[in-house]
T-cell receptor, first 115, second 114 residues
Framework: AQSVTQLDSQVPVFEEAPVELRCNYS??????LFWYVQYPNQGLQLLLK??????LVESINGFEAEFNKSQTSFHLRKPSVHISDTAEYFCAVSAIVSNDYKLSFGAGTTVTVRA | ETGVTQTPRHLVMGMTNKKSLKCEQH?????MYWYKQSAKKPLELMFVYSLEERVENNSVPSRFSPECPNSSHLFLHLHTLQPEDSALYLC?????????????FGPGTRLTVT
């Protein structure tokens, strides 16, 4: 089974400042990695994912995450945040094993961007 | 309608009531999921359906009863709930059952059990 630890429960940040959300996972097999975002009163939506290839993945709205296999981490970063980035962010993993489709989620990190 | 829709968005029910949550996906996906989201806890997978067959029942109490009449619709029937069942219930769908697939989530039903 896989598990995910998001090391920060809440991250307050000023507008235009950088932000980093930390995610570590535990798994006995190789994994796919995801970041989902949940805006207020909405469901989760995919922000970015790592399946294979380059360990640095980017989203269309300026977020990036880097897969570090030796550290079992997949931290999310954005160099300059906007008010609209206020949301809850979830790291998730799934095993690269046939017949295994389950997503294991972290507890989430609440990002509050202030002017 | 597009994506994944859920009704109702809010539900308050007493412990002796019976109610149902409805989920509909307009994406042509073959897999559908129910999750429970409680504050500051990881999402809990409850049920998974693939091509209308249940493939996962994650030790969920029998007071929760899922139904998948076709690949576009998913229901969660509720009866004799407990106050600790109060949470946000999220429905999701994906093209198939594989760990690489993105899951598409609905906005959720906020359930309060009194």
């Amino acid at each position: 089974a896989q598990s995910v630890t998001q090391l920060d429960s809440q991250v307050p940040v000023f507008e235009e400042a950088p932000v980093e959300l930390r995610c570590n996972y535990s798994s006995s097999v190789s994994v796919y990695l995801f970041w989902y975002v949940q805006y207020p009163n909405q469901g989760l939506q995919l922000l970015l994912k790592y399946l294979s290839g380059s360990t640095l993945v980017e989203s269309i709205n300026g977020f990036e995450a880097e897969f570090n296999k030796s550290q079992t981490s997949f931290h999310l970063r954005k160099p300059s945040v906007h008010i609209s980035d206020t949301a809850e962010y979830f790291c998730a993993v799934s095993a690269i094993v046939s017949n295994d489709y389950k997503l294991s989620f972290g507890a989430g990190t609440t990002v509050t961007v202030r002017a | 309608e597009t994506g994944v829709t859920q009704t109702p968005r809010h539900l308050v029910m007493g412990m002796t009531n019976k109610k149902s949550l409805k989920c509909e996906q307009h994406l042509g996906h073959n897999a559908m999921y129910w999750y429970k989201q409680s504050a500051k806890k990881p999402l809990e997978l409850m049920f998974v359906y693939s091509l209308e067959e249940r493939v996962e029942n994650n030790s969920v109490p029998s007071r929760f009863s899922p139904e998948c009449p076709n690949s576009s619709h998913l229901f969660l029937h509720l009866h004799t709930l407990q106050p600790e069942d109060s949470a946000l219930y999220l429905c999701a769908s994906s093209p198939g059952l594989a760990g690489a697939y993105e899951q598409y989530f609905g906005p959720g039903t906020r359930l309060t059990v009194t």
